[in-house]
């Protein structure tokens, strides 16, 4: 073993030079190794998907380019995190650099099972935070107050240099593995996904900024317009291409000469990033609302009547609802999807289908190339009314169709089987007289399922069966509860428990 200090920064969700406090920090202190480790438990995860690799991919050979022209490439190790840091403790000293990260519950172990071996081996640590999350957060009072506070710091520029590690450490570089070498299978979507890496992030952003973003106030509810008007950068903030607070002086900065209109845009998307970390820190503060139901009246409401073939119809856009169809193959064809319209699929399977959230979660883990942990757990849970919110918001599927996609052209674009139907049935082509199908050439329950549930009778099912449950005597402390750990103080707990027993009514979209 060698004497030489290194400087180990680990990277996992933070794929960029840029805004990198463990990467800064280390290169003033001596050699600096940067570490990717590919690792077999999460890369094959119930909630990763080959096309999460491709994205990871393409960051990974860009920051490892933009690492060696400062002086060191970045390494990288196929291996469970553990064993591969303790084989590079067995050949030489160093010091772990690293972002604080919100991950799944396979990371959190990990990270715990880290640290652990770190204390025991007496190895300096560094973790760092990273965005709007608090670790350790006391109370929810300050959050607010200390994210802006955050926000405010300029963002940290690349270091100009890193030191190399010692060649006589004959430290190898490692491969940057194949979706074959990983294990994975072949990522067929990969041609219609967003890139992965800095570069494709700052050319998604600087689009919106200088032309896109002006019609984000009022252009994402619809998927159609949403796929311009949205500005695309979930998958950089969640693979850490880009950061908060660097979007955050960017917009800031773009105030002063903005017509009111853009101006208007411009706020709206910063409180959806304020939003996105407020999100996070409820799974920060929280780890357990990946498996477990925020409230916990709310167990037994749906768990034991899993319908395993309303969840493979739903999985595959065969559902009977066009709308409901053509977002989740639109979803399942881009890794992609515009908030409303995901709400809405999350809506379907938790009250038309009375799936519980669960296992609908880890499939939409999957599809999303953004999928992160932090948002998508509590956001599952809040769309299907696990979370103690007093207003359930049901989605009417039709309704939905009419008031965003009025003229069917995006589910004619993704229901083939559907493109001769006429507007006027396109939202409820099972009301088509049949002989009037088989002129289309489009039979309901042949060329295109008919709805596989009645979304009356089951809506009128989800209120009896949630207002069952919200008279059990224990909901208003627990929401009340929740709300003390997790809200975000626009109002008060005595306020928000009393609406969610009272409020039985559950609105309609």
Partial sequence: MTDAAIQLVWFKRDLRAHDHRPLVEAAR??????????????????????????????????????????????????????????????????????????????SYARDKAVRRWLRESNIERHELPTNGIVRRLANR????????????????AVPERLQPVPRELNVELGAIPSH????????????????????????????????????????????????????????????????????IHDLRASYGGASPRWEKSLRAFESRIHWRCHFMQKLEDDPRIEFENFVHVY???????????????????????????????????TGWLNFRMRSMLVAFAAYDLWLHWREP???????????????????????????????????????QGQDHDPMGAFIRRWIP?????????????????????AALGCIIGK??????????????????????????PRLTDEVAAVFAKHGSRRRTPERVAKQTVVNQQLRLF
């Fill in 299 to 333: 167990d037994g409401l749906r768990e034991n009547e899993f319908d395993a073939a309303r969840f493979t119809a739903w999985c595959a856009g065969e559902t009977g609802y066009p709308m409901i169809d053509a977002c989740m193959r639109s979803l399942r064809a």
């Fill in 447 to 472: 060329d295109y399922p008919a709805p596989i549930v009645n979304h009356d009778e089951a809506v009128a099912h989800a209120r009896q069966r949630i207002a069952t449950f919200r008279r059990n």
């Fill in 29 to 106: 202190r001596g050699p600096v190794l940067p570490l990717y480790i590919a690792e077999p438990s999460l890369m094959h995860a119930p909630d990763f998907d080959a096309s999460h690799w491709t994205f990871i991919a393409e960051s990974l050979h860009e920051l490892r380019a933009t690492l060696a022209a400062l002086g060191q490439p970045l390494v990288v190790r196929v291996g469970e995190a553990l064993p591969v840091l303790q084989e590079f403790a067995r050949r030489f000293r160093f010091t772990l650099w690293a972002h604080e990260e919100t991950g799944n519950g396979a």
């Fill in 361 to 399: 979660a880890l499939f939409l883990a999957r599809q999303f190339l953004d999928y992160e942990p932090g948002i998508h757990y509590p956001q599952m849970q809040m769309q299907s009314g696990t979370a103690g919110h007093a207003t359930i918001r049901l989605y009417n599927p039709v309704k």
């Fill in 180 to 247: 074959q070498d990983a294990g994975l299978p072949p990522d067929t979507r990969a041609a219609n996904l967003q890139r992965g890496g800095v570069t494709a992030a700052h050319q998604v952003w600087q689009s919106f900024l200088s032309d896109r973003g002006v019609q984000y106030r009022g252009g994402i509810s619809s998927p159609l317009s949403a796929e311009t008007a949205c500005s695309r950068l979930s998958p950089y903030l969640a693979w850490g291409n880009l950061t908060s607070r660097q979007i």
């Fill in 417 to 437: 089987a559907l493109e001769r139907v006429p507007t006027s049935f396109i939202h409820a082509p099972w009301l088509l007289p049949p002989a009037q199908q």
């Fill in 141 to 156: 009072d300050d959050w607010a107050a200390l994210w802006q506070e955050r926000m405010k710091t300029r963002p940290l």
